[in-house]
Structures are given as structure tokens and as C-alpha cells.
């Protein structure tokens, strides 16, 4: 099965970017316990812009498209009020596999 990454393109008020931050870090901490990772980096030019990598080890285990708990699901909404996430941030890729050898 294909890894699945999803990248979110938001923008975060300062006033609301330590709320933010408290946040996706709770909600990557629950996701980590499912083996699925998040990672955010802020732009240098823009500091109230942000990209958000999620992955996780399948399509249907990803945060996009699986069942989540209460907690993680109240995270979810949190994140949705705090920060002004693009139209496209729910958009899932999946990994393709290039089968590299490498000889030593």
C-alpha cells in the first residue's frame, strides 16, 4: 500500500499563531500514536503563512479520510477557526513507489 501526504497552504493571524501552534502540535501528538506524521514550516517572506504535511501510512488512514476520535475531531474544528486554510487543503497524493537500488 502507497503512503498518503496531504500539504495545506493557511495563513494565521499573529494574534492566533500561538493558539495555532498549540493545537496542531496536540493533534500531531494523537496522530503519531496512529503512525501518521505532521509537520508544519512557516515561510520566511511571509510569517503568518504556513504549509502543513500530513501523512500517513495509507489513503484510508489518513487524517482527510479516516474515522477520528472525539478529541481529534474537536482539534480539527480548533485548527479550522484559528487558521484560514486554502480551498484545496483537504487534496490527498499518494506515494509512488520508484523501486531505486542502490548498490554499495
Known amino acids: ?23 496542531i502540535r496536540e493533534l500531531a501528538g494523537l496522530a503519531a500514536r496512529r503512525g501518521q506524521h505532521i509537520w508544519v514550516f512557516r515561510s520566511q ?3 503568518n503563512s504556513f504549509l502543513e504535511f500530513s501523512e500517513s501510512p495509507t ?8 474515522s477520528r476520535t472525539p478529541e481529534e475531531l474537536r482539534l480539527e474544528q480548533r485548527l479550522h477557526k484559528v487558521a484560514g ?9 499518494e506515494e509512488v513507489s520508484l523501486d531505486i537500488e542502490v548498490s554499495g
Request: proline fraction near 5%; charge should be positive.
Open 85 to 93: 486554510y486554502q480551498r484545496d487543503a483537504a487534496e490527498l497524493w
Open 45 to 47: 517572506g511571509d510569517p
Open 1 to 23: 500500500m502507497a503512503k498518503a501526504l496531504s500539504v495545506a497552504r493557511l495563513s494565521v493571524h499573529p494574534a492566533r499563531q500561538q493558539e495555532y501552534l498549540a493545537a
Open 59 to 66: 489513503t484510508m488512514s489518513h487524517r482527510n479520510v479516516a
